[in-house]
């Protein structure tokens, strides 16, 4: 008799280890043999990939925001492109509200396999984990780094409502109206958010924020009037600027956008302001290095073919693909970074 736990050791990990002997252990005796015989061929070699083909059936984007918003909108533009080289459909699974982390949540438990990646937004992937007291998993010990997807700064979005048409005017109609202007954001912890309580703090403003399950129906309310304003992703509302259904009174990075010349920097009026907001994709914890180092493979070749980055560009993102190292220690500092700002800014859950 072949011994089960032996064969399986060519399996990296402790987490992928126990996962796949829990699949054998449901087997019958005659397709477990079938199993680990294939698994000691596979010992010493890229197991992920000679012992199991990758992929052989659709492999699952979690998305933690609801449809229509930035990371959705940049998430669907990878998905199918991975979906044609793949030859399996990359199925967005939308997971929206508190803050990303019911879709994370969920990714956490997921077998570590290759077939469920997490996307995320800053927010997400490091200032939850700085911002709330306690969560159901943890970054270090529960995710593998992939990459940073994308990079991209917010618009200042008003609707025409609002008797202004810059943003020192709304600035001067919010201190003639204390209290009376809402805005809206995503949930809790979200840089949308961060952004909006900075803003109130350098232009010292008394505004009211409404939260919301996603920037989608944030960003719908704006649209509707139900809000004065927004600060929110590019690709979200820059089709509703050019429509002229809202003004983009000022992006929140360091330059203004190249393709908005036009648009002032918020910090070109309250100096020090800036916020950059991310997206990046992570894995289970417990992967076989092999497998991490194909997937990133994978999703750095459809971000560097030419007809994606250009799509990611029309976007306003800047697409940056980093290493899975390089993308952890990006992770790590940013939430020291955003530590900072919720200190300084006595920012807390509500």
């Known amino acids: 008799m072949i011994p089960v736990k032996s064969a399986l050791s060519g399996i990296q990990t402790p987490r992928a280890r126990s996962y796949a002997f829990r699949k054998v252990s449901m087997l019958t005796p005659k397709r477990a043999r079938c199993f680990v015989l294939a698994a000691m ?3 010493g070699t890229a197991v992920a990939q000679a012992a199991f083909p990758f992929p052989v059936r659709p492999v699952r984007f979690i998305v933690g ?6 990371n959705d ?6 998905a199918a492109k991975l979906s044609e080289g793949y030859g399996h459909q990359v199925v967005v699974d939308n997971r929206g509200g508190a803050n990303g982390i019911i879709g994370m949540e ?12 997490y996307m995320g937004t800053a927010g997400h992937l490091s200032v939850n984990a700085v911002y709330y007291p306690k969560l159901p998993f943890n970054m270090e010990r529960d995710f593998t780094p992939l990459t940073q997807v994308v990079t991209l700064p917010f618009l200042l979005y008003m609707h025409p409502s609002v008797p202004a048409k810059t943003l020192a005017e709304l600035v001067a ?14 949930g809790d912890g979200g840089l949308p958010q961060f952004a909006g309580e900075m803003l109130k703090l350098a232009a010292g403003i008394n505004t009211r924020r409404i939260p919301y399950k996603g920037s989608a129906p944030a960003f719908n309310d704006l649209l509707a009037g139900q809000v004065q304003y927004c600060i929110e992703a590019v ?23 190249p393709f908005l010349p036009d648009i002032p920097t918020i910090r070109e009026t309250y100096a020090g ?9 992570v894995l289970p914890a417990g992967m076989p290095r092999e497998l991490v180092n194909r997937l990133h493979a994978d999703i750095s070749k459809a971000m560097n073919a030419p007809d994606i980055k250009a799509k990611l560009i029309a976007q306003g993102t800047d697409p940056v693909g980093s290493t899975p190292e390089a993308f952890a220690v990006f992770r ?5 970074k955003w530590a900072r700002v919720i200190k300084e800014a006595n920012i807390r859950p509500q």
């Open 41 to 43: 061929m596979a010992t």
């Open 65 to 70: 925001s609801p449809a229509g918003g930035g």
């Open 73 to 78: 909108i940049v998430a669907r533009i990878l």
């Open 106 to 117: 969920l990714a956490a438990r997921a077998a570590p396999d290759g077939y469920t990646w």
């Open 173 to 186: 109609h919010a201190k003639a109206n204390p209290g009376k202007l809402a805005w809206s954001s995503s």
């Open 235 to 257: 690709p979200i509302g820059l089709q509703h600027v050019k429509s002229g259904r809202l003004l983009a009174l000022a992006t929140t990075g360091a330059q203004r956008l």
């Open 273 to 281: 302001y800036e916020v950059q907001n991310w997206y990046g994709m």
């Open 332 to 336: 790590k500092a940013e939430e020291g």
